[in-house]
């Protein structure tokens, strides 16, 4: 019975000495593009972010024209973040571990790096109209209508590359990563399509544009940037542990149940809507406890005997952070779905909580110790040629911000909503009061800010490391 | 697990249920949704509910739009079980689908760091909204609500006063001689304001009973309890 199987025996034993053999490491460039757009625009929705959290210590900061005010600005920043840092990352890990666990080379390497150059031109643009008062109005769906058809065909091409590559796979079976990285590649262009069809080009009617938009927001998170994050988790945990995966069942539970149950929510209580929208949304929202014990089960039954070495890999740590903070987050989404706490939470910095821990704490973390990975081994070098200490600071920053921010506005949030469930507690007298951890959250996020631009530090050292070298080796043959 | 043909089939039965759940079913039900007509209230007859917005609302809702208001302020009124929205005057009763028939695009937002705005249109004036948009700090002591003083143009007071001009309290009102005007999207901004408000009561939200029901009060759809005649 094959449930115990490991990324290192299926198919990367590589070593980093071996990069070259049928990996995507062969052709680099365009995963490189993919992974430093993604890693630059976080930093700009990290920047974006921070601006509009200073406008709360103080209204009049950036308010005198109208492409810095608040809300195009958080407009701007969702942007970034969803479509500029999340969908490109997905896929370039995605990509990169199609490559790796199929021991296949990446298909049509111009197309993929077609598709990197227009994504992201396109974003910039889409971003620069938002800014301007381009935006479409719906909350995580904000792109332009103009630009939403380009970044699908961007997608689609990079898409097709990653299925070609995962059509010309070497082995014969599959590994868990590989499940996830297929079911997330195939969601966002489903739900992606609809969402600029019946939003953008033929809007539906009414309120069913609320359900749609909150539909792909929820989708987009949970299922594509959820699913794309484990297949992460699900492959860097063991392989750099030299430990098998506990149970391959556990995983496809948490695999299709994740797909089904996770698909299905976003609908805040009380929506102007029929019920049973509502009530599929918190039930749909409330089973997603099935996935987060199955990957919490496997994962602690396969780490229990390792947990010091979990801690003493410093790349491995972004990966189990991050991981933890999946379960939290997804935790709390189920806490806060239910009907007597969202009668509470709803409309709070609740919410905002939820998104700072699933992208900058699970998301985030994840692919930065992906990166910390793949990218040497792109460029030809191994783990050494990363500086030490600027890993370590960042890993510190991002941890310690992440965290900070997160129970902030969870303070904030729920502080709101008991307040506000009084209804001789005036909202303005209420919000003044949520003042102080808002502040506070602010610090969070200038920590995880620093971070990333550590981070993307250490990636000119190394690019730069590996450019001295190719040109060395260049002065060898000469 | 093996099998990529099996692992997309899948998926795709899996995507589709999402899919059918929230975007075709709703699309069933609430697609052909058309006016309707509200619920007979007293001597008040019945109208025809929602009627379309006036074109300069219209106008304003594409500056509420593209200056993202809808990050801070919701459209959405929730029952009075789920929420203490009604208890804090944001509305008489929650909203419905029907409220939203001729928006575009529809914002209902997702937070409130300012109060709920579905009904602002019936506790606020034009000249209130502007002064607002202006200085919101002039209204709410240490107000969040950044200034959108670039709605405004502070001009040299021509031949005559312009009738447009904002009232200003003392502290913000423009130097001698000068008079501040509210440029046309913040009055399209604060037609948009003056336009949200769902007032009609529909089958799906009645009006609260004009007194609370007493435990023993005879519901007025009973059967009244006469004796049927008797059969001769």
């Given at each position: 019975m094959s449930?115990?199987?490991?990324?290192?025996?299926?198919?990367?034993?590589?070593?980093?000495?071996?990069?070259?053999?049928?990996?995507?490491?062969?052709?680099?460039?365009?995963?490189?593009?993919?992974?430093?757009?993604?890693?630059?625009?976080?930093?700009?929705?990290?920047?974006?972010?921070?601006?509009?959290?200073?406008?709360?210590?103080?209204?009049?900061?950036?308010?005198?024209?109208?492409?810095?005010?608040?809300?195009?600005?958080?407009?701007?920043?969702?942007?970034?973040?969803?479509?500029?840092?999340?969908?490109?990352?997905?896929?370039?890990?995605?990509?990169?571990?199609?490559?790796?666990?199929?021991?296949?080379?990446?298909?049509?390497?111009?197309?993929?790096?077609?598709?990197?150059?227009?994504?992201?031109?396109?974003?910039?643009?889409?971003?620069?109209?938002?800014?301007?008062?381009?935006?479409?109005?719906?909350?995580?769906?904000?792109?332009?209508?103009?630009?939403?058809?380009?970044?699908?065909?961007?997608?689609?091409?990079?898409?097709?590359?990653?299925?070609?590559?995962?059509?010309?796979?070497?082995?014969?079976?599959?590994?868990?990563?590989?499940?996830?990285?297929?079911?997330?590649?195939?969601?966002?262009?489903?739900?992606?399509?609809?969402?600029?069809?019946?939003?953008?080009?033929?809007?539906?009617?009414?309120?069913?544009?609320?359900?749609?938009?909150?539909?792909?927001?929820?989708?987009?998170?949970?299922?594509?940037?959820?699913?794309?994050?484990?297949?992460?988790?699900?492959?860097?945990?063991?392989?750099?542990?030299?430990?098998?995966?506990?149970?391959?069942?556990?995983?496809?539970?948490?695999?299709?149940?994740?797909?089904?149950?996770?698909?299905?929510?976003?609908?805040?209580?009380?929506?102007?809507?029929?019920?049973?929208?509502?009530?599929?949304?918190?039930?749909?929202?409330?089973?997603?406890?099935?996935?987060?014990?199955?990957?919490?089960?496997?994962?602690?039954?396969?780490?229990?005997?390792?947990?010091?070495?979990?801690?003493?890999?410093?790349?491995?740590?972004?990966?189990?952070?991050?991981?933890?903070?999946?379960?939290?987050?997804?935790?709390?989404?189920?806490?806060?779905?239910?009907?007597?706490?969202?009668?509470?939470?709803?409309?709070?910095?609740?919410?905002?909580?939820?998104?700072?821990?699933?992208?900058?704490?699970?998301?985030?973390?994840?692919?930065?110790?992906?990166?910390y990975y793949i990218l040497p081994r792109l460029l030809g070098l191994d783990q050494a040629a990363w500086c030490p200490k600027l890993l370590t600071a960042h890993f510190l920053l991002a941890f310690v911000g992440v965290l900070i921010a997160y129970i902030s506005l969870l303070a904030a949030g729920v502080g709101q909503g008991i307040l506000l469930a009084d209804a001789r507690n005036s909202f303005p007298d209420v919000m003044r009061r949520t003042m102080m951890p808002l502040r506070v959250s602010t610090l969070g996020e200038s920590f995880v800010l620093l971070g990333t631009i550590l981070f993307l530090l250490n990636f000119a050292r190394i690019l730069l490391a590996a450019g001295r070298r190719c040109r060395a080796e260049r002065k060898e043959r000469a | 697990m093996n099998s990529g043909p099996l692992l997309f089939l899948g998926l795709f039965v899996t995507m589709a249920c999402s899919w059918l759940g929230f975007v075709l079913g709703p699309q069933l039900q609430l697609g052909g949704l058309t006016q309707t007509n509200t619920v007979v209230m007293g001597d008040a007859l019945s109208q025809t509910y929602p009627v379309p917005e006036p074109g300069d609302a219209h106008q304003g809702a594409e500056v509420y739009r593209a200056n993202g208001c809808a990050c801070c302020h919701t459209e959405m009124v929730r029952p009075r079980s789920l929420g203490s929205d009604i208890a804090h005057s944001w509305g008489a009763r929650r909203s419905l689908a029907e409220d939203y028939l001729f928006d575009q695009p529809v914002m209902l937002g997702s937070q409130r760091v300012g109060p709920d705005l579905a009904n602002v249109g019936l506790r606020s004036d034009t000249n209130g909204i502007l002064v607002r948009l202006y200085n919101p700090r002039r209204i709410i002591r240490r107000s969040l609500m950044p200034p959108y003083r670039f709605l405004f143009e502070t001009r040299k007071i021509g031949f005559f006063p312009s009738p447009d001009a904002l009232v200003l309290p003392a502290p913000d009102a423009p130097p001698l001689g000068y008079e501040v005007i509210p440029r046309p999207q913040a009055r399209a901004l604060a037609a948009y304001l003056m336009s949200l408000r769902q007032t009609g009561y529909l089958f799906e939200a009645p009006p609260p009973p004009a007194r609370p029901l007493k435990t023993n009060a005879v519901p007025t759809n009973a059967v009244p309890a006469v004796k049927a005649p008797a059969a001769k």
């Open positions: 449930v115990i199987v490991s990324p290192a025996r299926t198919a990367c034993s590589a070593s980093p000495r071996t990069r070259n053999e049928g990996t995507g490491d062969s052709c680099p460039v365009p995963l490189l593009c993919l992974f430093a757009g993604a890693v630059l625009w976080l930093g700009v929705a990290l920047a974006l972010g921070l601006m509009d959290s200073v406008k709360f210590h103080n209204p009049e900061f950036l308010a005198a024209g109208p492409y810095l005010s608040y809300g195009r600005v958080h407009a701007a920043q969702n942007a970034a973040l969803l479509h500029g840092f999340g969908v490109p990352a997905a896929l370039g890990l995605g990509l990169w571990l199609l490559c790796r666990l199929g021991r296949a080379a990446l298909a049509a390497p111009l197309a993929v790096l077609l598709g990197v150059v227009f994504w992201n031109f396109a974003l910039a643009a889409g971003v620069a109209a938002i800014l301007c008062g381009g935006g479409a109005g719906y909350e995580g769906f904000e792109l332009p209508a103009w630009c939403a058809p380009v970044l699908l065909a961007a997608y689609i091409l990079l898409g097709l590359c990653a299925f070609v590559t995962f059509d010309r796979r070497q082995e014969d079976k599959l590994y868990p990563s590989q499940w996830f990285v297929i079911g997330s590649l195939f969601w966002f262009p489903w739900i992606f399509s609809t969402a600029d069809l019946l939003l953008l080009v033929a809007p539906a009617r009414g309120v069913l544009q609320a359900l749609i938009a909150w539909w792909y927001a929820h989708n987009l998170s949970q299922v594509f940037l959820g699913l794309a994050g484990l297949a992460s988790s699900f492959y860097f945990i063991p392989k750099l542990l030299g430990r098998p995966l506990h149970s391959r069942y556990l995983a496809a539970l948490a695999f299709w149940t994740l797909a089904l149950f996770g698909s299905c929510g976003g609908v805040p209580n009380g929506a102007p809507l029929p019920a049973w929208i509502v009530s599929l949304s918190v039930v749909g929202t409330v089973l997603t406890v099935v996935p987060l014990l199955a990957v919490a089960t496997n994962f602690y039954f396969t780490v229990r005997r390792d947990l010091e070495a979990l801690d003493a890999d410093p790349v491995l740590r972004f990966t189990y952070v991050g991981l933890v903070f999946w379960l939290i987050a997804g935790a709390q989404q189920i806490v806060g779905t239910l009907p007597n706490v969202s009668a509470i939470t709803d409309f709070t910095w609740f919410g905002a909580a939820h998104g700072e821990l699933f992208h900058n704490g699970f998301f985030a973390l994840t692919v930065f110790g992906a990166l | -």
